[in-house]
């Protein structure tokens, strides 16, 4: 089982930047296709990026686009996600989670071995 967790989370103002990082606890993860996902109170958990296990696929939430990298370093078993230009709705418990495939509009039930998230709030 792949274990990830999440980190680089914090408090940020608006049209701050925050680097998360998805690390994974074995070497494996170059196997993998990770996504990231984020959940605001009340709401449903939705899908933010996801990027193939080479790092030569990725996707994007349309709210996120041009302000979001998803990247990676297989070498160092972690997964990137570069926030800019964030916005208070932004604001969420962000999580990553691994999957066989990246592609757009893959169901979030195609995803495994969820971190715990790392809490993101962009606020003034």
């Known amino acids: 089982q792949l274990q990830l967790v999440e980190s680089g989370g914090g408090l940020v103002q608006p049209g701050g930047s925050l680097r998360l990082s998805c690390a994974a606890s074995r070497n494996t993860l170059k196997y993998y296709a990770i996504g990231w996902f984020r959940q605001a109170p009340g709401k449903e958990r939705e899908g933010v990026s996801c990027?193939?296990?080479?790092?030569?696929?990725?996707n994007y939430a349309d709210s996120v686009k041009g302000r979001f990298t998803i990247s990676r370093d297989n070498a160092k078993n972690t997964v990137y996600l570069q926030m800019n230009s964030l916005k208070p709705e932004d604001t969420g418990l962000y999580l990553c989670?691994?999957?066989?495939?990246?592609?757009?509009?893959?169901?979030?039930?195609?995803?495994?071995?969820w971190g715990q998230g790392t809490q993101v709030t962009v606020s003034s």
């Open positions: 989670a691994a999957a066989a495939w990246c592609y757009p509009g893959i169901p979030r039930s195609d995803f495994g071995d």
């Open positions: 990027i193939s296990n080479s790092g030569g696929s990725t």
